[in-house]
């Protein structure tokens, strides 16, 4: 009896070290929220890839930004003068919040170097102050009585971006041993 409980905690105590060691991921991922190209270019010393991710965040911000049926109706939404009459390429006019700021996730190496390859989407500040980007799929949604095409996002703009790694160590630091 006692020789098969020091065997469970033997096998027990060796399991985080092999969960740890199934993650093969050379890779974890930085995202940082910018209101400019000039202030990602600060923060990550890579004017070609902010010049890029602003771009390309700028041409998401016309297809995923919700849409209104009025000016008003999205002021009350984004505040007043921050919304714009946009056209949806089909004679179809409408109002959306100009995009305030854009995203900027990379993919980084063990070592901190950046690697090929980046994405991006635009952000925009509602009325109240808090940052909003587009939800995964969303695309032109208009705003009104049901659900929107907006998440919030707990971001502070224009600041060192942070590190996300995957793996057991994401969720395993994070828990104190104790009680």
Known sequence: MKRSR??????????????????????????GLYT???????????????QQAFAKAQQDAVATAPR???????????GKEKCAERNDGASHSF????????????MMSRNGAAMNGFNSTPAFRD?????????????????????TAMVPVNATPNRAVTASRS????S????????
């Open 6 to 31: 020091t065997a469970a905690l033997l096998l027990m105590s060796t399991a985080p070290l092999l969960l740890t060691a199934c993650d093969r991921s050379e890779s974890a991922s930085r995202e």
């Open 36 to 50: 400019s190209v000039e202030a990602c270019v600060a923060q990550t010393n890579d004017s070609n890839t902010c």
């Open 68 to 78: 209104f049926a009025n000016r008003e109706a999205c002021e009350a939404s984004y």
């Open 95 to 106: 109002f959306g919040p100009l995009m305030t700021g854009f995203f900027l996730s990379q």
């Open 127 to 147: 009325s109240n102050g808090g940052w909003q980007r587009p939800a995964t799929g969303a695309g032109g949604v208009y705003r009104g009585g049901a659900g």
């Open 167 to 170: 793996g057991f160590g994401t």
């Open 172 to 179: 395993g630091s994070s828990r104190g041993i104790g009680g």
